[in-house]
């Protein structure tokens, strides 16, 4: 397991699945194109951009590189770093057929190649067990504190996303990832009783 200080962008969901089993970073899909229309995940990718800074790390197609491309133009240059991955025909194993281009995207690549594409973009690669700023939140305090699992908790979520601005569709876990990067377990009870 490696740790990055920064945050990485991915296009999907596969791609995140495939780097969270390596990658102990907050990892955030842009959901493809739909990151052109939508406000609330820009606003989300500024926001980690300032705090953590961010890794686009998108397919090597030409749909990639159109993703990266507007990425660059909403994130402020000193804050982004570019991870390329190679270019290598095949095809992804949950597929039936090859890409229209014919390259593998980042679900398909390998541990190794993934961590030598991060390596030569620049990226500081620190050991699991480097120390963190403050107590991280964790699925049990969420529990505790009614934000999953209890017959409110959606509604608690939701009024506690929007006071962060952060996107109101966000699942428990993957508000639970974006809080950990920008607030500690004591910001968070103190947000809470605001609300």
Request: aromatic share 8%; charged share 35%; hydrophobic share 40%.
């Amino acid at each position: 397991m490696i740790k990055l200080n920064e945050a990485v962008i991915v296009e999907g969901r596969y791609d995140k699945i495939l780097l969270r089993g390596f990658i102990d970073a907050p990892i955030i899909e842009t959901g493809g194109f739909r990151v052109f229309k939508d406000k609330e995940k820009q606003k989300l990718i500024r926001k980690l951009s300032e705090t953590r800074g961010i890794i686009i790390m998108t397919d090597s197609d030409s749909a990639g590189f159109v993703i990266r491309n507007f990425l660059r133009g909403i994130v402020p240059a000193g804050k982004i770093k570019h991870c390329y991955i190679p270019q290598i025909r095949g095809k992804e194993k949950r597929k039936a057929e090859v890409s229209k281009e014919g390259y593998l995207g980042v679900e398909g690549l390998d541990e190794k190649t993934i961590i030598e594409a991060l390596e030569r973009s620049g990226v500081n690669i620190c050991s699991k067990s480097a120390e963190t700023e403050f107590e991280e939140i964790t699925k049990a305090d969420f529990y505790e504190l009614g934000l999953s699992g209890k017959e409110n908790s959606a509604k608690l979520r939701e009024k506690l996303l929007k006071k962060l601005g952060m996107p109101t569709y966000l699942s428990s876990n993957a508000f639970l990832a974006v809080l950990n990067c920008f607030y500690s377990k004591k910001d968070l009870l103190d947000i809470l009783r605001e609300i």
